[in-house]
């Protein structure tokens, strides 16, 4: 059975810190691309940022800088550290794994909400 489970968020003031966490099971995870979305309330889902299956990364221009994406396959588990988090990043975020080679082969997570409010 496919899992990805995301964990880690919560309500952070402006200029905090936040760390996703998504494990996933159920596949062979080293053969995936990893990413995060975000669904703010009343907008469509965008993508923050890519780890591929062969180590490369790809950032949204709103978050480059401040958040890092990052993975470990032994453990089949992706991160997004958030730095410098301001109202805007508040959203709904979601783990997404997108078979190599392929452009719709994937799975979703349930997604976990980070809120940015003082």
């Known amino acids: 059975q496919v899992q990805l489970v995301e964990s880690g968020g919560g309500l952070v003031q402006p200029g905090g810190s936040l760390r996703l966490s998504c494990a996933a099971s159920?596949?062979?995870?080293?053969?995936?691309?990893m990413s995060w979305y975000r669904q703010a309330p009343g907008k469509e889902r965008e993508l923050v940022a890519t780890?591929?299956?062969?180590?490369?990364?790809n950032y949204a221009d709103s978050v480059k800088g401040r958040f890092t994406i990052s993975r470990d396959n032994a453990r089949n588990t992706v991160y997004l550290q958030m730095n410098s988090l301001k109202p805007e990043d508040t959203a709904v975020y979601y783990c997404?794994?997108?078979?190599?080679?392929?452009?719709?082969?994937?799975?979703w997570g349930q997604g976990t909400q980070v809120t940015v409010s003082s």
């Open positions: 780890k591929t299956s062969a180590g490369g990364t």
């Open positions: 997404n794994a997108l078979l190599r080679g392929s452009s719709s082969y994937g799975y």
């Open positions: 159920g596949f062979t995870f080293s053969m995936y691309h």
